[in-house]
């Protein structure tokens, strides 16, 4: 599975400490940019669906503090990861990307930061102004255990 979220940063206001902040409790660090996210397994019947990936920061050149961009690999379809996200895409001009769902901020600093540094990516982005309207595109990503059964 290549599934990859990745959640850009606008400015130097988002440290290390606030983006693992957000991901706490669940975080675990594997080196100084290479995080462990593990929401826990769940069972169901004789399957196991593993809830866990792989977080990664990147540092702005200037600051090992600074954080220029978050990529989470593999992503797990548990629901808090989805509120860590939105936490920080909400109060922190970031927007987040992904293979299968627009470009999407809930931040207004955020596209007033787009729209002048960078037009294109500013017109593609999305401002939503709810967890419930950011989460309608992971929906798709929920695994529906009845499913596993069928097959």
Not at 11 to 23: G, H, M, P, R, Y
Not at 25 to 51: A, F, R, S, W
Not at 98 to 110: E, I, R, S, V
Request: with cysteine; proline share 5%.
């Amino acid at each position: 599975m290549g599934i990859e979220y990745s959640i850009i940063a606008m400015d130097d206001s988002v440290t290390q400490d606030i983006v693992l902040n957000a991901f706490s409790p669940y975080c675990t660090k594997k080196d100084d940019e290479e995080y462990l996210l593990d929401y826990g397994d769940e069972v169901y019947e004789d399957m196991i669906i593993c809830n866990h990936c792989t977080l990664y920061l990147s540092f702005k050149e200037s600051s090992k503090e600074i954080i220029e961009s978050i990529e989470i690999i593999k992503p797990s379809d548990h629901p808090a990861l989805e509120k860590a996200i939105f936490l920080l895409i909400h109060e922190h001009p970031m927007f987040i990307a992904g293979p299968d769902f627009p470009l999407m901020t809930a931040n207004k600093k955020c596209m007033d930061l787009l729209k002048v540094e960078d037009i294109e990516t500013y017109e593609d982005t999305e401002l939503v102004s709810s967890f419930d309207e950011f989460s309608k595109p992971f929906n798709w990503l929920r695994i529906d255990i009845n499913d596993l059964k069928a097959v």
